[in-house]
């Protein structure tokens, strides 16, 4: 579902199914093409465990490899899903810091963010564990700018949004706000 968001592709346009051919260093059960179109693009799976340790690559969990053949997708009809305008008026900048617990996702995020009907547009511009955290905290700062179709956005508009917003975030994240 993320590489269809990433390559801006409608449903039904991607597939995966069982690598007809793996590469050697992947875990021949874990092996999948990637196909765009009906065309082969690419294939994914987890690395094969004395490759990872070959490389000396040191990590608790799965490593997944993903090759994709840039020339066959970049050739692939583009397909633009929505119009932005371009703003006429000034836009208005907020960041907002979230202290999540430490196994929430960055899907969960995102999904949180792009479910929003708030008018603004979103960057995640840095996550920080450490102290004054707790072992099972991070925090996320998340900047946003805001922009009205027909004219600038008053304070009192955005911190509505941003209200909003930070309420998402504790209600479906169970996130505490940083002033």
């Given at each position: 579902?993320?590489?269809?968001?990433?390559?801006?592709?409608?449903?039904?346009?991607?597939?995966?199914?069982?690598?007809?051919?793996?590469?050697?260093?992947?875990?021949?059960?874990?092996?999948?093409?990637?196909?765009?179109?009906?065309?082969?693009?690419?294939?994914?799976?987890?690395?094969?465990?004395?490759?990872?340790?070959?490389?000396?690559?040191r990590s608790a969990h799965t490593v997944v490899f993903l090759a994709v053949?840039?020339?066959?997708?970049?050739?692939?009809?583009?397909?633009h899903h929505s119009y932005r305008p371009e703003w006429q008026f000034p836009?208005?900048?907020?960041?907002?810091?979230?202290?999540?617990?430490?196994?929430?996702?960055?899907?969960?995020?995102?999904?949180?963010?792009?479910?929003?009907d708030i008018r603004q547009e979103w960057e995640i511009t840095g996550i920080?564990?450490?102290?004054?955290?707790?072992?099972?905290?991070?925090?996320?700062?998340?900047?946003?700018?805001?922009?009205?179709?027909?004219?600038?956005?008053?304070?009192?508009?955005?911190?509505?949004?941003?209200?909003?917003?930070?309420?998402?975030?504790?209600?479906?994240?169970?996130?505490?706000?940083?002033?």
């Amino acid at each position: 579902e993320r590489l269809k968001t990433v390559l801006h592709l409608q449903d039904g346009q991607i597939a995966t199914h069982t690598a007809t051919q793996p590469f050697t260093f992947l875990q021949a059960n874990t092996a999948l093409d990637i196909a765009v179109s009906g065309q082969t693009i690419g294939q994914m799976g987890h690395l094969r465990a004395d490759i990872i340790q070959n490389a000396k690559i040191r990590s608790a969990h799965t490593v997944v490899f993903l090759a994709v053949d840039l020339d066959i997708l970049l050739a692939l009809p583009k397909i633009h899903h929505s119009y932005r305008p371009e703003w006429q008026f000034p836009s208005v900048e907020r960041d907002m810091t979230v202290v999540l617990p430490e196994d929430t996702t960055a899907h969960a995020v995102l999904d949180l963010l792009s479910a929003t009907d708030i008018r603004q547009e979103w960057e995640i511009t840095g996550i920080y564990r450490g102290q004054p955290l707790d072992r099972d905290q991070k925090s996320i700062t998340v900047h946003f700018t805001y922009n009205g179709l027909n004219r600038t956005l008053s304070d009192e508009e955005v911190a509505a949004d941003q209200k909003q917003l930070a309420h998402l975030f504790r209600q479906k994240l169970s996130a505490h706000i940083t002033e």
